[in-house]
Nanobody, 127 residues
Framework: QVQLVESGGGLVQAGGSLRLSCAASGRSGTIYAMGWFRQAPGKEREFVAGISWNGGNTYYGDAVKGRFTFSRDNAKNTVYLQMNSLKPEDTAVYYC????????????????????WGQGTQVTVSS
């Protein structure tokens, strides 16, 4: 069973940057398409970004386009979310997730198509 572990969250001032990492461990030889989601208190889970299994395609939520960059290093079984120009409204718990390997990556923004989730990492942006 694959496990996902996020890291890199923290407290940053508005306008600053953070890089989140999500490392996959386990015996599976599957390379998953991956996604980042976030959830702020009292709000629904929100799609942040998605990346295809080989990194050839990336997708972003409207709220983060132009500020966040999703990348991956399959040799290290790790994906990264570079977050620049952070805003207070980016404050949330950020989760990485592995997309169902048996389905096309058409529903990258729908959290119900993701099978495996990390525990989340808190990102707090102060004004």
């Amino acid at each position: 069973q694959v496990q996902l572990v996020e890291s890199g969250g923290g407290l940053v001032q508005a306008g600053g940057s953070l890089r989140l990492s999500c490392a996959a461990s386990g015996r599976s030889g599957t390379i998953y398409a991956m996604g980042w989601f976030r959830q702020a208190p009292g709000k629904e889970r929100e799609f942040v970004a998605g990346i295809s299994w080989n990194g050839g395609n990336t997708y972003y939520g409207d709220a983060v386009k132009g500020r966040f960059t999703f990348s991956r290093d399959n040799a290290k079984n790790t994906v990264y979310l570079q977050m620049n120009s952070l805003k207070p409204e980016d404050t949330a718990v950020y989760y990485c997730a592995a997309y169902s390997p048996t389905l096309p990556f058409d529903h990258y923004s729908d959290h119900t198509f993701y099978d495996i989730w990390g525990q989340g990492t808190q990102v707090t942006v102060s004004s």
